[in-house]
């Protein structure tokens, strides 16, 4: 017999805490985000500037290439706790 009752969305209580983020993106978050972000616009600009293809792709991978050396070399994961205490 189960005596552990779940919320209304199915999940049980223990679990709801894991899914759910208890502290703001890091900077390593953001640069996770940028690369995607960066493509989308460069594209988007390639479109509404009439730009070719292969321009909007090589600033694209610039830019991306510039916040990956950024987020490796110039400002690297450090070990320890984040900020926060978790």
């Known amino acids: 017999m189960s005596t552990r009752t779940n919320g209304p969305d199915g999940f049980g209580g223990q679990y709801v805490d894991q899914l759910l983020p208890r502290q703001s993106p890091t900077r390593h978050d953001l640069v996770l985000a940028v690369i995607p972000a960066v493509f989308v616009l460069t594209l988007v600009a390639a479109v509404v500037l009439d730009l070719s293809l292969q321009v909007a792709v090589a600033v694209g991978a610039l830019v991306g290439a510039v916040a990956v ?10 070990r320890g706790r984040r900020r926060g205490g978790t």
């Open 69 to 78: 050396i950024d987020a490796l070399f110039i400002h690297p994961p450090t």
